[in-house]
C-alpha cells in the first residue's frame, strides 16, 4: 500500500465518499463537493483523485449495474475501507490536537 498522508482534497473526496455512503460515485461526489465547499470541482480530478485514493488502499470500487437513463452505461460505486477509515480518524485527530494548542486568547483578539 502507498503512503497513507492526505492532501486536502483527497480528504475532502475521502469524506465525501464516506457520506454517501452507498451513492458515492463520481458526478455524485463532484456536486457534493460543489455544494459543501462552494468551490468549482472539476470531475477529471475528482477521477484522479479517487484513482490515487484506490491505489492508497483507502477506498475500493466496484461496477453498477447498467441502466436505460446512463444509455446502458454502468456507474463506478466506491466505498471507504477499514485503512480509509483510519485516515479519516487520524486527520480529524491530528486536526483536532493543533486546534486544541491553540491559547484562547488567540480567538479573542480577532
Known sequence: MKGTNLG??????LLTVA????EAYSVAICDEL???TGRSVKLGVVHAVLNRLEEKG???SELGEAT?????KRKRFYQLTM???A?????????DELW???????????
Do not use: C, T, Y
Not at 486536502?8 to 473526496?13: I, N, Q, R, S
Not at 436505460?68 to 446502458?72: E, F, L, P, S, T
Not at 485516515?87 to 486536526?95: E, F, P, Q
Open 87 to 95: 485516515a479519516l480518524v487520524n486527520a480529524k485527530s491530528m486536526r
Open 19 to 22: 457520506a454517501l455512503i452507498n
Open 68 to 72: 436505460k437513463a446512463r444509455g446502458g
Open 58 to 60: 483507502l477506498v475500493k
Open 100 to 110: 486544541a494548542r491553540i491559547p484562547a486568547l488567540v480567538w479573542k483578539k480577532m
Open 34 to 36: 460543489s455544494d459543501h
Open 83 to 85: 485503512q480509509g477509515k
Open 8 to 13: 486536502e482534497f483527497e480528504e475532502l473526496v
